[in-house]
């Protein structure tokens, strides 16, 4: 791909989305494995007649992590971002290839451009709509 401020653009654009992929990934497996040895130890708790305090931490801590996972939505963000990352990857490979919508040779950089602006924006609008929907919720659950 040659140098222009569209390829420049893709690159950043698919550096940005793998990197966030892999950081909602990474905690959201990290926050889930917590949780799940939290839960776990609870019984093991009982059964052996640990402190009543060990198990309300416990029980405490899942939710706190499961609300963490509720505000930050990672387990959504790394789909929805690896997801974006994945068909920007198709559009560099398709254009490469001269493939596909990329095959009109006059028009293929502004074609390029259009279509990695799309994709950015439709992942924009998502997070917007998502954001709003829990400002919406939020301020519905404060009226009497």
């Known amino acids: 791909m040659t140098d222009s401020p569209t390829n420049a653009r893709l690159e950043e654009q698919i550096s940005w989305y793998d990197k966030k992929s892999n950081s909602s990934q990474c905690w ?3 926050l889930k494995m917590l949780e799940i040895v939290a839960a776990a130890s609870i019984p093991l708790i009982a059964v052996f007649n640990g402190p009543a305090w060990v198990t309300a931490v416990l029980g405490s801590l899942i939710l706190i992590i499961e609300g963490v996972q509720q505000v930050n939505q990672y387990q959504q963000n790394w789909i929805s971002y690896r997801s ?3 068909a920007l990857k198709h559009e560099k490979y398709l ?3 001269n ?4 095959e009109d040779q006059e028009k293929k950089s ?3 451009a259009e279509r990695v602006e799309s994709l950015v924006s439709r992942e924009h609008a998502k997070w917007v709509s998502n954001h709003n929907l829990d400002h919406m919720k939020k301020v519905s659950s404060t009226r009497p």
């Open 95 to 97: 254009y490469a290839g």
């Open 84 to 86: 974006t990352c994945e």
């Open 28 to 30: 959201y497996k990290s």
């Open 110 to 112: 502004a074609l390029l």
């Open 99 to 102: 493939a596909g919508p990329y």
